[in-house]
Nanobody, 126 residues
Framework: VQLQASGGGMVQAGGSLRLSCAAS????????IGWFRQAPGKERGGVSCISAPDGNTAYADSVKGRFTISKDVATNTMYLHMNNLRPEDTAVYYC????????????????????WGQGTQVTVSS
């Protein structure tokens, strides 16, 4: 199983980025998927998730209304669309997949997942 994250970079505050995570060895259609982030000196925290099989989503309060999680089962890729980025969004972002359903979906924001991607750096300047 491999999760390959990409799409990070440097952007000014107010800008946008789209993170991608291509999966191989598993089908994201039947897995709970999540995005997490970790800033220097801080613990890894949940950003957003989609629980399988119900498709319910959850977002951290700090990103609600700005970030959108999605997945494309045809390409087996998950995405995190990030708009109106803020300097406090600066972190390494990780994608993850888990065979277990998370109910309620908010449980998917806890970083207990079977598989993890390698992380991609997002830096937002003020």
């Amino acid at each position: 199983v491999q999760l390959q994250a990409s799409g990070g970079g440097m952007v000014q505050a107010g800008g946008s980025l789209r993170l991608s995570c291509a999966a191989s060895g598993i089908s994201l259609e039947s897995y709970t998927i999540g995005w997490f982030r970790q800033a220097p000196g801080k613990e890894r925290g949940g950003v957003s998730c989609i629980s399988a099989p119900d498709g319910n989503t959850a977002y951290a309060d700090s990103v609600k209304g700005r970030f959108t999680i999605s997945k494309d089962v045809a390409t087996n890729t998950m995405y995190l669309h990030m708009n109106n980025l803020r300097p406090e969004d600066t972190a390494v972002y990780y994608c993850a997949a888990d065979e277990a359903s998370k109910s309620p979906a908010a449980w998917g924001l806890i970083p207990i997942y079977d598989y993890w991607g390698q992380g991609t750096q997002v830096t937002v300047s003020s």
